[in-house]
DNA sequence: GCCGATCGTGAACTCTATGAACGCAAACGT
DNA sequence: ACGTTTGCGTTCATAGAGTTCACGATCGGC
């Protein structure tokens, strides 16, 4: 992962926060657009391309997303988290046309990167499995998970206690589990297991899959999809 | 809106469903990746610049993200959803890196643009307001807007993601399944497989044709015709 | 310190997606 | 033509999904 940062305090910091994340790696950091230009060059060349850019949009030789078109033009494939101060929401549309996978506002937390970061691995893991989709909701189910709100903001009606109770529990069940079967694991009724269940659904983090073969509707099985081989690294 | 289309038939439907849509209108229809590029080319120096395409990725002289990518390097400004058949999952993280707000699935039915459509809308009001971001949430709520989560209303007693997997089926077999064989294959009974490709039948994304030769009752055939022409929407 | 508002939970109920059973339709063979 | 054969298509029981609503806890306001 290479940092492109302005600010040398920022730029430590992200590299900071960036260490700290299992799965990713600093690979370099630099303080200009014709430097992550030529640092981008360069590990093209050397085999090593670099899968992620933290970019930050307000650099002394050039606007990030004036890079970022450059970098698309010239055939980079790394993605890029855009990083800037600047409140302006036109410049979100700008970024998303220029292909940013993530928006950060800075000031931000070590946890909002964290987020980020975790979101894109699972992102980069969903696409990465060189399958084909079966349909639209798997696309949809990648787009989603670059394009949610943090998961710390739960929406109204679940609390973080429960949450973290289901989805133990649900990591722990192998095999998958029934709501009915995770309520009575988690100790709370199957209505409240299935609210949970189906909010770590939308977020990514299980999936639901129907199990058919008896008569009656089908059951549902959750099955945990949060650790999901983040083995390798990325940047 | 400019639709970019390789097969004309399915030109015509997509500037069908965009008419029908208030507040979109199909500015153009065009069949190649030249043609594309000298459309928005005119109507940026016309001065009324094309806000969204509607892109089909296979276009007989070259790929569509390829002239995404040009567009961006030109400095077009133009929102593009991509359109394809091509079930590739590595294919999504290149057009997201190409800055598409959208990817679509072909076939699709006009349920499912009209909310691709209608979430593009929300989008572009959030970030079209000249306002600053008060902090990150805002900014998220606009990309979550992209993400789309709507599945079109299915018809009673028909769930989202047996269609999914009948229809990946259909899709796998070239040679046409008949509905044992097909409830088989997904895991369903007989019964059920019959039910989704009748309702693939209906949609126009199957045909069906009966197996003469051996005694008995002709065995129906059920074939994949999805990619060919899309969906037409009877009314 | 009391009261109203809100939030998370669970019980009761309705609805829906599935498969088994069964009658019937359609082709072949004689 | 008529029986044989094979699988279609329908009806129906069923089990679990999903919804609605009421209850208790907790929080903030006056």
């Given amino acids: 992962?290479?940092?492109?940062?302005?600010?040398?305090?920022?730029?430590?910091?992200?590299?900071?926060?960036?260490?700290?994340?299992?799965?990713?790696?600093?690979?370099?950091?630099?303080?200009?657009?014709?430097?992550?230009?030529?640092?981008?060059?360069?590990?093209?060349?050397?085999?090593?391309?670099?899968?992620?850019?933290?970019?930050?949009l307000y650099l002394p030789d050039g606007h990030g997303l004036q890079l970022c078109r450059?970098?698309?033009?010239?055939?980079?494939?790394?993605?890029?988290?855009?990083?800037?101060?600047?409140?302006?929401?036109?410049?979100?549309?700008?970024?998303?046309?220029?292909?940013?996978?993530?928006?950060?506002?800075?000031?931000?937390?070590?946890?909002?990167?964290?987020?980020?970061?975790?979101?894109?691995?699972?992102?980069?893991?969903?696409?990465?499995?060189t399958g084909e989709a079966t349909g639209q909701d798997e696309v949809d189910q990648a787009l989603a998970l670059l394009r949610t709100a943090e998961r710390s903001a739960l929406p109204k009606g679940l609390s973080a206690p429960t949450l973290d109770t289901v989805a133990g529990v649900l990591r722990e069940a192998s095999t998958g589990l029934s709501a009915a079967a995770a309520g009575a694991a988690a100790g709370v009724s199957r209505i409240t297991a299935r609210r949970y269940l189906e909010h770590l659904v939308?977020?990514?983090?299980?999936?639901?899959?129907?199990?058919?073969?008896?008569?009656?509707?089908p059951e549902l099985c959750y099955r945990w999809k949060g650790d999901g081989a983040t083995a390798g690294r990325r940047g």
Same sequence: chains 1, 2.
């Fill in 70 to 129: 450059t970098l698309r033009a010239a055939g980079h494939t790394t993605d890029v988290i855009a990083v800037t101060s600047a409140r302006d929401l036109a410049m979100v549309r700008q970024a998303v046309s220029a292909g940013v996978v993530q928006y950060l506002l800075k000031p931000f937390s070590a946890a909002a990167l964290h987020d980020r970061l975790e979101r894109y691995a699972r992102y980069r893991d969903t696409l990465g499995r």
């Fill in 202 to 217: 939308d977020t990514g983090l299980a999936a639901r899959e129907p199990q058919y073969g008896s008569v009656g509707r």
């Fill in 1 to 56: 992962m290479l940092i492109v940062e302005d600010d040398p305090v920022a730029a430590a910091a992200h590299t900071l926060y960036v260490e700290r994340e299992p799965g990713f790696h600093a690979a370099g950091t630099v303080h200009s657009c014709a430097d992550a230009l030529r640092f981008l060059e360069r590990a093209r060349a050397a085999g090593t391309p670099i899968g992620l850019t933290l970019l930050d």
